[in-house]
């Protein structure tokens, strides 16, 4: 799903990948918000005052979502004299209460969420620290999940009716949402561990989980990428149009499920992934044999920044772990005003579920 139009505000624009078409749907329920999730044919958006909404851009369909009030770390409401609210505030152990504009909350509050269809229960990574919270369609409020140890979560999916949440580190933490009582933790596997992406000084500052399309094995990815300047000064914080944060690495492990333990592979064989913002993806490409074999098809995640200019080049292409090319797609020569909010991938339901 490509950016807003300011020329055609109400309508979203999809680009089909496997037949290199645009489509156009009628869209204006979501026009201007930004799209921080996609999941089986649905798209989790965040309004003008911040709050979570789930929509299914082909049939229409919704899903009631509890309000941002209800997370745990909010602790208030500010509104003005007409009661519109101007800010919500935020409760730190060490700061105390701190209030935050609602369009700054809207930009950088939340990081990701989820939706797993068959249960309607949406996951979110959200907060200062990547705090981690569920609730199901219906529900008043949000629940938080506290693991073992504290986490800055940075991925999460759901796989096999578990909610899978991946750490900064590339820890990997398992939720039972559905347990008697309370959410439970069933399983934790540290992070792997790679001397030689280290001793290369890499910046992994994306990672990712994607499931097999048969269930039976889980990858965690990592993504370096780096600030390209315009005008080559890389010490520069602000930031100016043709300015980019480009991925220049990849790194894949696989999840031995016995040993609890993680190995990294060279080659995806068969499959081609789907990251950034949507619910990570594996498809097969004897199924579709459109999309070319290990390989890793990504959109630009990385908002941070983006919010101050958004001119900048989106961080969007295909990386070949076979020959370890990367392939730009280049969405200014379609139009360039599309570039805001970003671009993400969106599956229509029945490609995307399990078999």
Known sequence: MLSDSTRDPDTRRFFSRPDQK?????????HGRLCIGSSEGWLITVDELSELHALNPLTGASLALPSIATFFDVAGVVRDSDG???DYVIGYDNLGEVPYEVEHMRSYYYLKAILDHSSAAVAVIHGEFNDLSFAHAGDESWTALQPPVPRIFWDIIFRKGLLHAMAISGALVVF???????????????RPHSQKWEQRGCCFNQKY??????????????????W???????????????????????????????????????????????????????LSTREFPELTSSSIYFTDDYIDGYEMNQQVIRDIG?????????????????????????????????FSSKP
Not at 22 to 30: A, Q, S
Not at 255 to 278: H, I, Q, T
């Open 22 to 30: 645009m489509y156009k749907i009628h869209l204006p329920e979501i």
């Open 318 to 350: 295909v990386f070949n772990l076979t020959d370890g090319s990367f392939q730009p797609y280049d969405f200014h020569s379609i139009d360039s005003e599309w570039n805001w909010p970003p671009q993400i991938w969106f599956t229509p339901a029945p």
């Open 84 to 86: 519109r609210i101007t």
């Open 228 to 282: 390209l300047p315009v005008d080559g000064n890389g010490w520069r914080e602000s930031i100016l149009p043709g300015d980019a944060r480009m991925t220049v690495a990849f790194a894949i492990f696989k999840l031995d499920e016995r040993r609890n333990e993680w190995s990294e592979v060279k080659d995806l064989g068969d499959l081609a992934l789907f990251l950034g913002l949507n619910h990570s993806m594996a």
């Open 209 to 226: 989980l994607v499931e097999s399309p048969d269930g039976k094995d889980l990858f965690q990815v990592w993504r370096d990428s780096r």
């Open 176 to 190: 039972d949402l559905d347990a008697p009582g309370s959410p439970v933790v069933v399983t934790c596997v540290e």
